[in-house]
């Protein structure tokens, strides 16, 4: 019997049972989220613009070789003080300065040649200067000895012997039937008389003669000035012009080759603190490559780096507020000096190398200010105190059209607003909305 029901079991097996169907989950009723509600309110909407900046030297230079080359030495390190005229590198420029020794020795032997020339020049100028005042006196004496009086004298005494002869001639005339006339007193006066005569007469013509040959010794005196005012003029003229050409064609040389010098030379332009130094000896440097940044640290203010924006609202002149870094709680004053161009008056536009950089003087205490100390920057750009207000994200824009919802009850609808003055977290309502009303945020 047991037999027989397991093979009964095995020949009909038990069939299962339909399955019931399945209950479907319910969905989910989506939740809608509350939108943000905002309520018009009256306070100070300020409009402030924010900025990073550093503590940078207000006087900065970038400096470079004007040549390519191969850096010979240089002078200085990172952080390093150096003087204005001070040489911070140099390249290797052994054949130029041998050259530039050469011309300085050229220089001095052509000042020692015009030295000298200028020597001679300045005492042959005295003599000859001497040598016109000798040939002036000689001249005004020859004019002081007038021969006029002596020729009046001469006149004087010729007319006196004329008469005296005329007197014994008569004289003699009178005992002339004489036979011993010859040996008489009257003839012996007439002989003298007339010597004394013919003696006048020569004294005459002598001074006749002392006058014309006056005015030839005068009219000499005379060209003889001429020639010492001519020769003097001559050598106050200065000393031959190829010792001057000379001296200026070798400070030419000299000033050229002292130029190449300096172009291969990094000099300091002002008392300052190298701030950057990209140099090796041995390396090539670059023309115009910028490769020492020296600041005058004496002096320090606050240099940022803004997109055009930021600049659009500033002014040179504006005041502004900035903390530092090391002193979260702690605020000082200053004034933007400088702003690129063509926000200020920095650069000017086609300049590549031009300075982008907004530049702000430090007007409060400049104790505490470090190089490279982190500076957050405000403006105040405007400022009202009493003026309706939203926050920003509760007005909404459409094609130009700025407008808010505003909740009446169980009514919403859209009010058309003016905007003014629009801060970081305030915006002023100047006209459509009134205070207390409740705006619904997109």
């Given at each position: 019997?047991?037999?027989?029901?397991?093979?009964?079991?095995?020949?009909?097996?038990?069939?299962?049972?339909?399955?019931?169907?399945?209950?479907?989950?319910?969905?989910?009723?989506?939740?809608?989220?509350?939108?943000?509600?905002?309520?018009?309110?009256?306070?100070?909407?300020?409009?402030?613009?924010?900025?990073?900046?550093?503590?940078?030297?207000?006087?900065?230079?970038?400096?470079?070789?004007?040549?390519?080359?191969?850096?010979?030495?240089?002078?200085?390190?990172?952080?390093?003080?150096?003087?204005?005229?001070?040489?911070?590198?140099?390249?290797?420029?052994?054949?130029?300065?041998?050259?530039?020794?050469?011309?300085?020795?050229?220089?001095?032997?052509?000042?020692?040649?015009?030295?000298?020339?200028?020597?001679?020049?300045?005492?042959?100028?005295?003599?000859?200067?001497?040598?016109?005042?000798?040939?002036?006196?000689?001249?005004?004496?020859?004019?002081?000895?007038?021969?006029?009086?002596?020729?009046?004298?001469?006149?004087?005494?010729?007319?006196?012997?004329?008469?005296?002869?005329?007197?014994?001639?008569?004289?003699?005339?009178?005992?002339?039937?004489?036979?011993?006339?010859?040996?008489?007193?009257?003839?012996?006066?007439?002989?003298?008389?007339?010597?004394?005569?013919?003696?006048?007469?020569?004294?005459?013509?002598?001074?006749?003669?002392?006058?014309?040959?006056?005015?030839?010794?005068?009219?000499?005196?005379?060209?003889?000035?001429?020639?010492?005012?001519?020769?003097l003029q001559e050598l106050q003229a200065g000393v031959d012009p190829l010792l001057r050409n000379d001296v200026q064609r070798a400070e030419l040389t000299v000033q050229r080759l002292e130029a190449e010098v300096k172009d291969h030379s990094i000099i300091a332009p002002f008392d300052g603190q190298v701030m950057s130094l990209n140099l090796v000896p041995g390396r090539v440097a670059e023309a115009f490559k910028p490769s020492i940044?020296?600041?005058?640290?004496?002096?320090?203010?606050?240099?940022?780096?803004?997109?055009?924006?930021?600049?659009?609202?500033?002014?040179?002149?504006?005041?502004?507020?900035?903390?530092?870094?090391?002193?979260?709680?702690?605020?000082?004053?200053?004034?933007?000096?400088?702003?690129?161009?063509?926000?200020?008056?920095?650069?000017?536009?086609?300049?590549?190398?031009?300075?982008?950089?907004?530049?702000?003087?430090?007007?409060?205490?400049?104790?505490?200010?470090?190089?490279?100390?982190?500076?957050?920057?405000?403006?105040?750009?405007?400022?009202?105190?009493?003026?309706?207000?939203?926050?920003?994200?509760?007005?909404?824009?459409?094609?130009?059209?700025?407008?808010?919802?505003?909740?009446?009850?169980?009514?919403?609808?859209?009010?058309?607003?003016?905007?003014?003055?629009?801060?970081?977290?305030?915006?002023?309502?100047?006209?459509?909305?009134?205070?207390?009303?409740?705006?619904?945020?997109?």
């Amino acid at each position: 019997l047991l037999a027989v029901a397991v093979l009964t079991a095995c020949s009909n097996p038990i069939r299962p049972s339909a399955p019931e169907p399945a209950t479907p989950t319910p969905i989910p009723t989506p939740i809608v989220p509350a939108k943000p509600v905002y309520k018009v309110e009256r306070g100070e909407v300020v409009h402030l613009v924010k900025f990073l900046g550093r503590v940078s030297p207000a006087k900065e230079a970038e400096l470079f070789f004007r040549v390519g080359g191969r850096v010979r030495a240089v002078y200085v390190g990172m952080n390093d003080q150096v003087k204005a005229g001070q040489v911070l590198a140099e390249l290797e420029m052994d054949a130029l300065e041998r050259e530039l020794a050469a011309a300085r020795r050229e220089l001095g032997r052509a000042r020692v040649r015009l030295s000298q020339a200028e020597r001679d020049q300045a005492a042959a100028i005295a003599r000859a200067q001497l040598e016109l005042d000798i040939r002036r006196l000689q001249l005004e004496a020859q004019r002081a000895k007038a021969p006029k009086p002596r020729k009046v004298q001469a006149e004087t005494d010729l007319e006196q012997a004329r008469l005296a002869l005329q007197r014994a001639q008569e004289a003699y005339d009178a005992i002339a039937w004489r036979s011993d006339r010859a040996a008489s007193r009257e003839a012996q006066v007439l002989q003298q008389e007339t010597i004394n005569f013919q003696r006048a007469q020569a004294a005459y013509q002598l001074a006749l003669q002392e006058i014309e040959s006056h005015t030839y010794q005068v009219a000499i005196l005379e060209k003889q000035v001429a020639l010492a005012e001519l020769a003097l003029q001559e050598l106050q003229a200065g000393v031959d012009p190829l010792l001057r050409n000379d001296v200026q064609r070798a400070e030419l040389t000299v000033q050229r080759l002292e130029a190449e010098v300096k172009d291969h030379s990094i000099i300091a332009p002002f008392d300052g603190q190298v701030m950057s130094l990209n140099l090796v000896p041995g390396r090539v440097a670059e023309a115009f490559k910028p490769s020492i940044i020296l600041g005058d640290t004496s002096g320090l203010e606050i240099t940022a780096d803004l997109n055009e924006t930021q600049m659009r609202n500033l002014k040179e002149g504006m005041e502004v507020t900035f903390t530092l870094s090391d002193y979260p709680d702690q605020t000082w004053k200053g004034v933007i000096r400088l702003l690129p161009y063509p926000f200020g008056g920095g650069g000017r536009p086609g300049l590549a190398d031009q300075d982008r950089s907004t530049h702000i003087s430090v007007t409060s205490d400049r104790q505490s200010l470090k190089l490279g100390d982190l500076a957050r920057v405000t403006v105040v750009l405007e400022r009202k105190a009493d003026a309706l207000w939203l926050p920003p994200q509760a007005v909404r824009t459409f094609e130009g059209r700025k407008f808010v919802v505003v909740q009446e009850g169980d009514v919403q609808r859209r009010v058309d607003v003016k905007i003014g003055i629009e801060g970081e977290d305030r915006v002023e309502i100047v006209s459509g909305l009134e205070q207390g009303q409740v705006v619904i945020g997109p």
